[in-house]
């Protein structure tokens, strides 16, 4: 028995022969395909992008990048990196024991995903590479993980009145970039050095900003 992918039902069928050596004597489809290679199929059409797992969001691919880039600032944590391969694996197992596009398109993939890491390790995590930031007025910002720049965030002016120094992650080895955001939601300037933004550009950006926006509080 064998499977195949049928694109137009988005769905894995059996493919039952009889054979002699080489030569198909006899065939027939069927309904149940090795779960295994069901899997694997489904999974490809996902890395393909032809079928989609709704709940592989934003926040799963981020939660990777996460732990990627921990696993490299601080190889003494022993925080394993997650492969391309490791992603393929992943998938195929939201897919195991599905046989159709209808099975996964809405399968949680959290507890595949976090289960691919020690439970020991986990907490590392969320306390080196935070999902998010506490700002000293108690606001909170996402941090952005990417793969070949330094992580950053993005936040309002005001939210950065009290913090005089960069934000670090990562045990404070690694400085965020930080894009301050005007009242008009938009980046007045990006900077790693933020001692320097506040002593070097924030002056003439504060004139510039009180003018289009007086009704803002401006320090």
Known sequence: TAAFYDPAAKRVFGLKQILFRDLALASKRTDKPPAEEAAALLAEEVIKGSLTLKLWDHAVDQWIMRVNCLSRWRPELQIPAITEDDRRLMIQQVCLGAVSYKDIKEKPVWPVVKDWLNPA???????????????????????????????????????LYELRETPRIAMGQVPLVIHILGPNQRPVQVTQDLPGFWREHYPRIKQELQRKYPKHEWR
Not at 126 to 147: F, G, M, Q, S, W
Request: hydrophobic fraction near 40%; charge should be positive; proline fraction near 10%.
């Open 121 to 159: 390790l986990l907490p590392l995590i969320d306390k080196y590479a935070p999902e998010r930031i506490t700002l000293p007025n108690d606001r909170k910002a996402r941090v952005t993980y990417v793969a070949d720049a330094a992580p950053y965030i993005s936040t309002r002016i005001q939210d």
